[in-house]
């Protein structure tokens, strides 16, 4: 493990411990990298499922009954969840790996602050993510979003 990858780990739990409402979504590329955070979160105390193609459609649905329910406040997941798939009351979407582009980022995003609630939307950014840099940058200026130093 990087030292570039433990800090976003440890970015990641700050993110959630600071949750007042506790539901969020982690947004990964691969579904190996979703078991190794949801690892991660569950050693450290949080109430994580995973959702990625490697389950079957049995095992996504009891994860997303799961949620449903509030058994698992945090989902780990990959695009599979993006598109599709109504998960009530999201208020928090963590790009833990930055969508290989825009289109995806989007559909990520929108997870949350749906029906007229608020959400907020973080993603971690790492040199390996250049790529997407400049057109992440034009989408938040756009859309009149803040975009950090």
């Not at 058994?71 to 979407?93: C, E, K, W």
């Not at 995003?109 to 007229?116: E, K, M």
Request: proline share 3%; with cysteine.
């Amino acid at each position: 493990m990087t030292k570039e990858s433990r800090e976003v780990q440890q970015s990641c739990i700050d993110c959630l411990m600071n949750l007042e409402i506790r539901l969020a979504i982690v947004f990964v590329n691969t579904k190996k990298n979703a078991n190794m955070v949801a690892k991660n979160l569950d050693k450290n105390g949080y109430r994580v499922t995973t959702l990625h193609g490697g389950k079957s459609r049995e095992r996504r649905e009891i994860s997303l009954e799961g949620l449903r329910t509030k058994r698992y406040n945090d989902l780990v997941a990959t695009d599979v969840a993006s598109r599709g798939i109504d998960i009530p009351d999201v208020a928090h979407v963590i790009n833990y790996d930055m969508p290989r582009n825009i289109e995806m980022y989007t559909h990520r995003i929108v997870r949350t602050g749906r029906a007229g609630k608020t959400g907020v939307a973080t993603t971690f950014l790492t040199l390996g993510d250049t790529d997407v840099f400049y057109d992440l940058m034009q989408m938040l200026i756009q859309s009149n979003s803040s975009v950090p130093p």
